[in-house]
């Protein structure tokens, strides 16, 4: 009724099962840390152009209030929290400003703050220009594009 190959198995199981009944057998998970690199949080800088008609009336904490303001309210609250921008550049005689965002919130942040239309008092207008994934890159080439 049974071949000779599923009785040799069953065997080799019960054995299998067996020993390891006897045995103590504990399983360790460990975690292993295979890069620094990967626990960063990977960020990008945007370099941004700034139009404005009153230059003078910005202010860069009224400049990043207005960003986080228009990102909410295209993304909510989720896709500001993915964004998660800083403004950590603000110059007004190139007219340019960077802003820190989290790797996934780059399209979120450039998309979002397109539409933005007034801040500070003043028309605005951001366009995003490049993103580079350090700021000393992004210094580099701020006479250069904008």
């Known amino acids: 009724m049974f071949g000779g190959t599923t009785i040799a198995i069953v065997a080799l199981i019960l054995s299998l099962v067996s020993i390891l009944w006897k045995r103590e057998c504990v399983?360790?998970?460990e975690k292993v840390n295979l890069s620094k690199k990967?626990?960063?949080?990977?960020?990008r800088y945007v370099l941004m152009q700034?139009?404005?008609e009153e230059p003078e009336k910005l202010d860069p904490s009224c400049l990043q209030e207005a960003m986080k303001e228009a990102i909410e309210?295209?993304?909510?609250?989720?896709?500001?929290?993915?964004?998660?921008p800083k403004l950590v550049y603000f110059d007004l005689n190139t007219n340019s400003i960077i802003v820190r965002c989290d790797l996934?919130?780059?399209?979120?942040?450039?998309s979002s703050t397109m539409l933005l239309k007034?801040?500070?008092?003043?028309?605005?207008?951001l366009i995003?220009?490049?993103?580079?994934?350090?700021l000393k890159s992004a210094r580099e080439k701020i006479p250069k594009v904008a």
């Open 27 to 29: 399983v360790r998970v």
């Open 38 to 43: 990967r626990e960063k949080e990977r960020r």
């Open 50 to 52: 700034v139009l404005a």
């Open 73 to 84: 309210k295209g993304y909510g609250r989720i896709g500001l929290a993915i964004a998660n």
């Open 104 to 110: 996934e919130g780059k399209e979120i942040l450039a």
């Open 118 to 125: 007034e801040a500070c008092g003043t028309r605005v207008r």
């Open 128 to 134: 995003p220009l490049r993103a580079f994934g350090t």
